[in-house]
Structure formats: C-alpha cells, structure tokens
C-alpha cells in the first residue's frame, strides 16, 4: 500500500502562491488516483483536486477552479498541487490521498490512503 508525506505548506499573503508536494512509497503509485483535500476548524472535508495514474485527466473542487492546478510525476513519485491567487478561506490544513481501487477521480470515500497533512495559512 501507498504512504504519502506532504510538505511545501506555509504561511503566505493574499493573492500569492504556493506549492504542495506529496511524496509517495509504495509500488501502486503509478496506477493511483491522487487528489488533494483540505480541511479547516470547524468545516467538513473539503476536496480540492485529483488526478488520473497518467495525469491526462484532472478535476477541481468548484472553490478553486482556475486557481489551482495538480500535476505528478510518476518517476518521482510525486503529486503537486500548485495554488495561485491564494485567498484567505483557502487557509486549512492540505491533505494528500490516494485510491487504491479505479481510474476515475473521486472526491470522498474513493480514497483509502491518506497523509498527515500540511498547514497552508493565507494572510489578508
């Protein structure tokens, strides 16, 4: 099965960027659906993005389409989730996961393997 350490979260201004990194072992990687949750105190588990084992096909959370955008690179085993004109309500903690069933890209319970998660804090 697949570990998954994050890393890259910090405290940045309002309208900055930031990129995640989610390093992953395990010899599934490769044919595992990635994605990227988030979840702030007092807020529900919110998915953010995910992606296809080939990253040919990605799907976004409606709060941060056209903000946001996830890659990976299989070689590395590695998935990125680069934010852009970062806002306040994006601040929570960033958590990376991973299917270890299917080809499509859920958004809840599709996921099985999870990290321990990265602060990200937007500052206003």
């Known amino acids: 099965q697949v570990q998954l350490v994050e890393s890259g979260g910090g405290l940045v201004q309002a309208g900055g960027s930031l990129r995640l990194s989610c390093t992953a072992s395990?010899?599934?990687?490769?044919?595992?659906?990635m994605g990227w949750f988030r979840q702030a105190p007092g807020r529900e588990r919110e998915f953010v993005a995910g992606?296809?084992?080939?990253?040919?096909?990605?799907y976004f959370g409606d709060s941060v389409r056209g903000r946001f955008a996830i890659s990976r690179d299989n070689a590395k085993n590695t998935v990125y989730l680069q934010m852009n004109s970062l806002k306040p309500e994006d601040t929570a903690v960033y958590y990376c996961?991973?299917?270890?069933?299917?080809?499509?890209?859920?958004?809840?319970?599709?996921?099985?393997?999870w990290g321990q998660g990265t602060q990200v804090t937007v500052s206003s």
């Open positions: 996961a991973a299917q270890s069933r299917g080809d499509y890209v859920g958004t809840g319970d599709e996921y099985d393997n």
């Open positions: 395990g010899l599934a990687f490769r044919r595992s659906v």
């Open positions: 992606i296809t084992w080939s990253g040919g096909t990605a």
